[in-house]
């Protein structure tokens, strides 16, 4: 299994943006993917998840109601859309992934597979 997230950037305070995931070696369906991402000098923080069908999700606190996780398991990709974007949210943004069969590690994991994870610079 690997992943790779993508579309990072730099973005003023305010706006909007996709991360998306791309997920191969297996079928996308089977897995419940995780975004988490990990701030300068700061540990690694869970932002949120979706069930393999999509049709559950999770998210903290901080990101609820800005962010939507999805999926679309045709495409064997999902997605972090980020609205409303804050220099708080300014991190490298990690998407990971776990077997549906572990279904008691929902949400918060422990996740097996990791991307190489993407910047997200918010200036505000």
């Known amino acids: 299994v690997q992943l790779q997230a993508s579309g990072g950037g730099l973005m003023q305070a305010g706006a909007s943006l996709k991360l998306s995931c791309a997920f191969s070696?297996?079928?996308?369906?089977?897995?419940?993917m995780g975004w988490f991402r990990q701030a300068p000098g700061k540990e690694r923080e869970f932002v949120g998840a979706?069930?393999?069908?999509?049709?559950?999700?999770y998210y903290v606190d901080s990101v609820k109601g800005r962010f939507t996780i999805s999926r679309d398991n045709a495409k064997n990709t999902a997605y972090l859309q980020m609205n409303s974007l804050k220099p708080e949210d300014t991190a490298v943004y990690y998407c990971?992934?776990?077997?549906?069969?572990?279904?008691?590690?929902?949400?918060?994991?422990?996740?097996?597979?990791w991307g190489q994870g993407t910047e997200v610079t918010v200036s505000s």
């Open positions: 979706t069930d393999w069908t999509g049709s559950r999700t």
């Open positions: 070696g297996r079928a996308l369906s089977s897995y419940v």
């Open positions: 990971a992934a776990y077997t549906k069969q572990l279904g008691t590690r929902w949400p918060h994991g422990p996740y097996d597979y």
